[in-house]
């Protein structure tokens, strides 16, 4: 066998251990089409080069790729290039703080090594694509490592923080999970003082340190339905419950999660709950998704939609 057929053999060896955890020796040979014998040569070709390959024995042992001080080569597929370019690109223009300008060195790097047939797809994706975004508040890549690995190795985590009122506090938590918005990230967690679940905007976080305190996982709510849940009630004077004669789907395309919640309900009905300060404000945008309505609290909703059809009935009046 040709070296030139021996290195790309290595080099498929090592694009199959990137794509999951861990391979049987068996397993790799089939990919590969060679012995086991070939597998473990070709392993050890990897190892001498420093990739960190590490091999269990016994039943359901196998080939794993470890992580190590080398960054091993991205081996993609068509698709796979295709989708990583495209990501960069909006992930050149989103929300966490540094990223952008990363991810457009990434992408000029992915694009040097493209073959010119995969460079004129992605370019003709990016040539077809405008994003639109809203404004949002840019989040320190570093803090959402610190929190990411907070998250994983169940680590609790200290900050101050700023409440709506300006007012700021030293909080310690269990962190469980981070949920992104279209505008901004938030941190599910247990507060330790308060003994209780808490949504902490990560913006309003300051001096983020993880402490050498683990702690075990605990039983805790859905972490998206919790945060959508603190976002759409908690900061708001009013919360509406409004039934929609309309299939839940219909209006989830309507209202965004970080907006409203939309729950199930029967013959053809659904339940939107959505906050807000201003009872006008909630019967106008409610009124203006353009379904049967019955107001199930609070009562003074239903004055303000009168108020408002009274007002709608005089433009409609004038000439």
């Known amino acids: 066998m040709t070296v030139e057929a021996t290195t790309e053999r290595v080099l498929r060896l090592l694009a199959l251990l990137q794509r999951r955890p861990s391979w049987t020796a068996a397993e790799l040979a089939a990919e590969l089409r060679v012995t ?15 990739y960190p390959v590490h091999a269990t024995a016994g039943v359901g042992g196998g ?64 040539a077809a694509t405008e994003t639109l975004v809203g404004p949002g508040v840019e989040i320190d890549a570093e803090l959402l490592v610190t929190l990411a690995r907070a998250c994983r190795d169940a680590v609790r985590v200290r900050f101050r923080y700023a409440g709506r009122d300006g ?56 972490p998206v339905a919790y945060v959508q849940r603190a976002v ?44 807000g300060d201003d009872l006008d404000w909630l019967a106008m945008h409610v009124a203006r998704l353009g379904f049967e309505v019955a107001v199930l609290e609070p009562p003074e909703l239903r004055e303000a939609a009168a108020r408002l059809a009274r007002r709608l009935a005089a433009m409609a009046g004038h000439a």
């Open 63 to 126: 080939y794993q790729l470890g992580a190590g001080t080398r960054l091993p080569p991205l081996l993609l597929d068509d698709e796979e290039a295709i989708a990583t370019a495209v990501s960069l690109r909006l992930a050149s223009g989103g929300t966490v703080s540094g990223v952008g300008e990363a991810a457009l060195r990434a992408l000029a790097k992915l694009d040097q090594v493209m073959p010119p047939r995969l460079r004129a797809e992605v370019r003709a994706v990016h």
């Open 36 to 50: 086991d014998r070939s597998v473990r040569r070709d392993v050890e070709r990897l190892r001498a080069l420093g």
């Open 232 to 275: 759409t009630e908690a900061p708001y004077r009013h919360v509406a419950r409004v039934r929609l004669h309309a299939a839940a789907n219909q209006v989830r395309a309507l209202v965004p999660p970080q907006v409203g919640r939309v729950e199930e309900d029967r013959d053809g009905w659904c339940v939107l709950v959505v906050g």
């Open 167 to 222: 007012a700021e506090g030293e909080r310690t938590v269990e962190p469980v999970r981070m949920v992104a918005t279209s505008r901004r990230w938030y941190l599910m967690a247990r507060d330790v003082d308060r003994e209780d679940w808490r949504t902490f905007r990560l913006d309003r976080m300051r001096d983020v340190v993880s402490t050498t305190w683990r702690f075990r996982p605990r039983e805790h709510p859905d």
